[in-house]
């Protein structure tokens, strides 16, 4: 099952709907379609038991679309390039792989980032998102013990293989290497290849040898990254299991 398809989801977002829906259809009607599209943004006024529900849906919302990235990464990760007649030189499927790569890391690593202000929201904690941390978060009282507490454990321990390559891309302006041996045309002797058929070795040969090596390992990173995705999709699912009855227990002390 999928982290959309999990019941957490519908009930949250079934919730938020039956309230915030109306609520803007009436703004709109006193006002206009300014309060959507207005230099302002739209403000809604919330009980606390709204402003509980709203939260809570946001930030799971939010850990979904990180899912659907990662989905999107890898369905682009699969695509073939095609150089246009405009262009001058195409993007060499190397480059593109790494590109994709970069990406999936920084999303993938996020993914531990907003379950934990999805956890923050549904147990009411009141940090703000900046405060929330995996100390600040898996210390508190209500977390410490818990099944909780030991699922989002063992998710920064998932992710922790990324941590270094985020920091390195993020915030030191290097590049992540990928997870598998890539064949670079340093490895083939060019040089007797180009003795032996008595031509010249070019830049447009070793781009040419770089595409042609490169396209036997997308194949292996693919399954890296739809093994991981599975990996961390299942410890979100089991999250979304203790939080359910977190959320509806909350919901009824609103209520």
């Not at 829906?21 to 006024?45: A, S």
């Not at 060499?92 to 990406?103: A, D, G, K, P, T």
């Amino acid at each position: 099952m999928a982290v959309k398809e999990h019941q957490l989801f519908n009930e949250l977002w079934e919730n938020v709907r039956v309230w915030v829906m109306p609520e803007i259809e009436e703004r709109i009607k006193r006002e206009g379609y300014q309060v959507l599209f207005g230099p302002t943004k739209l403000v809604l006024e919330f009980s606390p038991k709204q402003n509980y529900e709203y939260n809570s849906c946001y930030w799971c919302v939010r850990l979904l679309d990180a899912f659907d990235r990662l989905r999107y990464i890898r369905n682009m990760t699969r695509r073939s390039l095609y150089r246009k007649k405009s262009e001058e030189k195409s993007v060499l499927l190397q480059e593109w792989l790494i590109y994709n790569y970069e990406h999936y890391v920084i999303v993938y690593q996020g993914v531990l980032d907003i379950a934990l202000l999805l956890t923050n929201a549904l147990f009411d904690m009141g940090n703000p998102p900046d405060k929330c941390s995996y100390s600040t978060i898996c210390d508190n009282t209500r977390i410490a013990g818990t099944e909780v507490g030991a699922i989002l454990k063992k998710l920064i321990k998932t992710v922790r293989k990324h941590r270094e390559g985020k920091n390195l891309l993020v915030h030191r302006g290097g590049r992540i290497e990928l997870p598998i041996q890539v064949r670079m045309p340093s490895e083939v002797d060019l040089l007797y290849v180009s003795i032996k058929l008595g031509i010249e070795v070019k830049d447009e040969l070793r781009d040419l040898l770089a595409e042609f090596l490169t396209i036997h390992t997308r194949k292996d990173l693919l399954a890296i990254m739809d093994k991981e995705f599975k990996q961390i999709e299942s410890q979100v699912e089991k999250l979304f299991d203790e939080l359910l009855p977190v959320y509806r227990g909350m919901r009824s002390f609103y209520s």
